[in-house]
């Protein structure tokens, strides 16, 4: 009975809540995804225009979000924006997605990153505990990305000020770090004719393969091809800028939320936009774009194939010499660890609303004495260490942004369902340049799913099987009601 009484405390101001849009959306991609992106489009101009776009997506969705954060200050934010505008199903389908593979893919694959590049200072996390065949492997670093998850579970479930604390501390250490490395790129890079040698032929766009052979095969990009690359390869920087939602979850516990939920989405996304695309600059002035996979140096290996990818701990060799390797993984270890504690924190209150639905677990309905969903929490951590185990959670992230981006097109759609069917509800904040940027963003990411069913078909449809496989499970349990 004493925990049915707890409710939950409003304990998190507006600089609170945009610690956890930008820590949040600030994990390892940005240490990562350029190189990709770099082999997809092969210039420089074209990949700032990606990561320019990106950022003004994710902010005007934020803006969008506003009004319906406004409209429903309720722990448990978009699950809640999507039951008013289309009712239980689809707001089950929803939660189903983000329990199954959004919200604790994320969580997985960010664990498992912490414990990649704790290895470089731990060699022994590298150690193989069992093998299957030649395709699994379970390994120390995998035991370490679990610990790390049932550590911050367990501080979050001591009170949202905990959460709080950690989310501060990491947050601002690693924008710190960031704009540390973006200051002494710039001022190093520029000193050099790096950055002018990138721009040269800055609008020739190419897609280089890396053959199993070792060769290396370049395509002439122009026109549609270049506008399918671009909209195939955007996924990279859509998902190192996702979960800035995570803060609607908690809107139970944040102060004046009416104000500070829109407040906070659009200075997080803003900041993380800003360091996002100085950082992709620092790089471009660090490393020539092209280069070969065999180079000796990270000069050689330039951005394309950066040793495993690693653009970030490429740039801080540049920078720093090989010192600048550890300092890099230091700086992704603090990054990752920081963006898990807010993907957590946030993640429960999802869960609990789910359940005070009758849509989840019972018992993830309840607060505890700290008044926290804990055991919602600890559900959400044992299916995020399941899926660290299973050494799968690198396609279910494949899967799960491309299902993360329809409800993101769903939830702004609503905007309009609910401004005709209800006119009169209080609306302090109203979605900024509505129609035209909520219409936008829907027009350009719809764009953008579609493109990806057509270049990547096989991991679009596993996320659209995903979302599916929700229906029949929502409908076995209403049965059983």
């Given at each position: 009975?004493?925990e049915?009484?707890?409710?939950?405390?409003?304990?998190?101001?507006?600089?609170?809540?945009t610690?956890?849009?930008?820590?949040?959306?600030i994990?390892?991609?940005?240490f990562?995804?350029?190189?990709?992106m770099?082999?997809?489009v092969?210039?420089?101009?074209?990949?700032?225009?990606?990561w320019?776009?990106?950022?003004?997506?994710t902010m005007?969705?934020?803006?969008?979000?506003?009004?319906?954060?406004?409209?429903?200050p309720n722990?448990?934010?978009?699950f809640?924006?999507?039951q008013?505008?289309?009712?239980?199903?689809?707001?089950?389908l929803?939660?189903?997605?983000?329990?199954?593979v959004?919200?604790t893919?994320v969580?997985?694959?960010?664990?498992v990153?912490?414990?990649n590049?704790?290895a470089v200072f731990?060699?022994?996390?590298?150690?193989?505990?069992?093998?299957?065949?030649?395709?699994?492997?379970?390994?120390?670093?995998q035991?370490?990305?679990?610990?790390?998850?049932?550590?911050?579970?367990?501080?979050n479930t001591?009170?949202v000020?905990?959460g709080?604390?950690i989310?501060?501390?990491?947050?601002?250490?690693?924008l710190?770090?960031?704009?540390?490395?973006?200051?002494?790129?710039?001022?190093?890079?520029l000193k050099?004719?790096?950055l002018?040698n990138?721009?040269?032929?800055?609008?020739?766009a190419s897609?280089t393969?890396l053959n199993?052979?070792?060769?290396?095969t370049v395509?002439?990009?122009?026109?549609?091809?270049?506008l399918g690359?671009?909209g195939?390869?955007?996924?990279?920087?859509?998902f190192?800028?996702?979960?800035?939602?995570?803060?609607?979850?908690?809107?139970?516990e944040?102060?004046?939320?009416?104000?500070n939920?829109?407040r906070?989405l659009?200075?997080g996304?803003?900041?993380?936009?800003?360091?996002?695309?100085?950082?992709?600059i620092a790089?471009?002035?660090?490393?020539?774009m092209?280069g070969?996979p065999?180079?000796?140096?990270v000069?050689?290996k330039?951005?394309?194939?950066a040793?495993?990818?690693?653009?970030?701990?490429?740039?801080?060799?540049?920078?720093?010499?090989?010192?600048?390797v550890f300092?890099?993984?230091?700086?992704?270890m603090?990054s990752?660890?920081?963006?898990?504690?807010?993907l957590?924190?946030?993640?429960?209150?999802?869960f609990?609303?789910m359940?005070?639905?009758?849509l989840?677990?019972?018992?993830?309905?309840?607060?505890?004495?700290?008044?926290?969903?804990?055991?919602?929490?600890?559900f959400q951590?044992v299916?995020a260490?399941?899926?660290?185990?299973?050494?799968?959670y690198?396609d279910l992230?494949?899967y799960s942004?491309?299902?993360?981006?329809?409800?993101?097109?769903?939830?702004?759609y609503?905007?309009?369902?609910l401004?005709?069917k209800?006119?009169?509800?209080?609306?302090p904040y109203k979605?900024?340049g509505y129609?035209?940027?909520?219409?936008?963003?829907?027009?350009?990411?719809?764009?953008?799913?579609?493109?990806?069913?057509?270049?990547?078909?096989?991991?679009t449809g596993?996320?659209?099987f995903i979302?599916?496989?929700?229906?029949p499970?929502y409908?076995?349990?209403?049965s059983?009601?």
């Open positions: 009975m004493q049915e009484k707890q409710t939950f405390k409003r304990e998190l101001g507006l600089l609170d809540a610690s956890l849009v930008a820590g949040s959306m994990g390892s991609g940005i990562i995804v350029t190189a990709a770099a082999r997809d092969g210039s420089a101009a074209w990949l700032l225009v990606i320019l776009v990106t950022g003004l997506l005007s969705a934020a803006l969008s979000y506003g009004e319906l954060a406004g409209m429903m722990a448990g934010g978009q809640v924006y999507i008013r505008a289309y009712g239980k199903l689809m707001s089950f929803y939660g189903w997605t983000v329990f199954t959004i919200q893919g969580i997985a694959a960010v664990a990153a912490f414990a590049y704790s731990f060699p022994i996390l590298e150690n193989k505990i069992l093998t299957i065949g030649e395709s699994y492997s379970f390994t120390n670093k035991i370490l990305a679990m610990a790390s998850i049932v550590l911050l579970t367990y501080i001591k009170g000020q905990s709080k604390m989310q501060l501390v990491f947050t601002s250490a690693k710190f770090a960031l704009f540390a490395i973006i200051i002494l790129g710039l001022y190093i890079g050099t004719d790096v002018s990138n721009f040269a032929h800055m609008w020739e897609k393969v199993d052979d070792g060769t290396v395509t002439k990009l122009a026109g549609v091809a270049l690359a671009m195939a390869t955007i996924i990279n920087s859509l190192s800028s996702d979960a800035w939602n995570n803060v609607t979850f908690i809107a139970g944040i102060k004046e939320p009416k104000k939920i829109p906070s659009f200075l996304t803003l900041i993380v936009t800003i360091i996002y695309i100085l950082a992709n790089y471009l002035a660090l490393l020539p092209q070969t065999v180079g000796e140096s000069i050689n330039g951005i394309m194939f040793s495993q990818d690693r653009v970030g701990a490429a740039a801080a060799n540049v920078i720093m010499g090989n010192i600048g300092v890099m993984a230091g700086l992704i603090v990752t660890f920081g963006c898990n504690s807010g957590i924190l946030s993640g429960g209150r999802l609990y609303a359940s005070k639905d009758g989840f677990f019972k018992k993830a309905g309840e607060l505890n004495k700290n008044n926290v969903p804990a055991k919602a929490l600890w951590c299916w260490c399941v899926l660290c185990i299973s050494g799968k690198g992230l494949t942004t491309f299902a993360s981006l329809l409800f993101y097109i769903l939830t702004i609503g905007i309009f369902i401004r005709k209800e006119p009169n509800v209080d609306r979605a900024f129609p035209v940027i909520p219409a936008i963003y829907i027009t350009l990411t719809s764009l953008i799913c579609i493109t990806l069913l057509i270049y990547d078909t096989t991991n596993l996320g659209l979302v599916a496989l929700g229906i499970v409908y076995l349990t209403k059983k009601e």
